[in-house]
């Protein structure tokens, strides 16, 4: 299947600090890209859906000013924590939109906060 | 909008003993659906999935799911389950389109030898 990367795998860093995510499709396209957020012991919360060439779209009770997303090529997405916080410590995983029916996840990214 | 449950959030089983996970879903469209497994410190990696025909779908790893459109149901079965089945299972929902995936809370499958 195809091959979707995020870096870093893991990322700690202090409180009030920004941290960007890499999410890239390594053999395809994405003009859609998933991020998803996991908090420990629980689902995969959908935070927004990143378009590639335009603004994302973020889902109800997620702020757009703390996590910054860019879409600027069709391999790779970006999703930046400003000012991170202890909250913000998770897991984030995104995906890459393959065809109507199916995306392929990357293997996360593990956030903490200090 | 649409919605996922999985109505168990843990499930012990011993070893080559069968297992169903159990998902139910609700949804005003008609639906894509899906089941992912997660290891431990991973991401997500499809198990099987449903768009349409047949209602039996069959998956990687010895997994199938069948649909049941009148019980708004797709449950999850492997007919004898390993130590490496040890791991997160997801059951997923999504519209046409391209939206997102609603995801359930996760069952937890421990196997026991």
């Known amino acids: 299947g195809a091959v979707v990367s995020q870096h870093p795998s893991r990322v700690i860093c202090k409180s009030g600090t920004s941290v960007k995510i890499e999410c890239r499709s390594l053999?395809?396209?994405?003009?859609?890209m998933f991020w998803y957020r996991q908090f420990p012991k629980k689902s995969l919360m959908l935070m927004a859906t990143s378009n590639e060439g335009s603004k994302a779209t973020y889902e109800q009770g997620v702020e757009k000013d703390k996590f910054l997303i860019n879409h600027a090529s069709l391999t790779l997405s970006t999703l930046t924590v400003t000012s991170a916080h202890p909250e913000d410590s998770s897991f984030y995983i995104c995906s890459a939109l393959w065809t109507s029916s199916e995306q392929y996840f990357g293997p996360g990214t593990r956030l903490t906060v200090t | 909008a649409q919605s996922v449950t999985q109505l168990d959030s843990q499930v012990p089983v011993f070893e080559e003993a069968p297992v169903e996970l159990r998902c139910s879903y609700s949804?005003?469209?008609?639906?894509?659906l899906f089941w992912y497994v997660q290891y431990p410190n991973q991401g997500l990696q499809l198990l099987l999935k449903?768009?349409?025909?047949?209602?039996l779908v069959k998956g990687i790893n010895g997994f199938e799911a069948e649909f049941n459109k009148s019980q708004t149901s797709f449950h999850l079965r492997k007919p004898s389950v390993h130590i490496s089945d040890t791991a997160e299972y997801f059951c997923a929902v999504r519209g046409g389109g391209a939206d997102g995936l609603t995801f359930g809370k996760g069952t937890h499958l421990i196997i026991q030898p």
């Open positions: 053999d395809f396209q994405a003009t859609t």
């Open positions: 449903y768009l349409s025909g047949s209602t």
């Open positions: 949804s005003s469209v008609s639906v894509y």
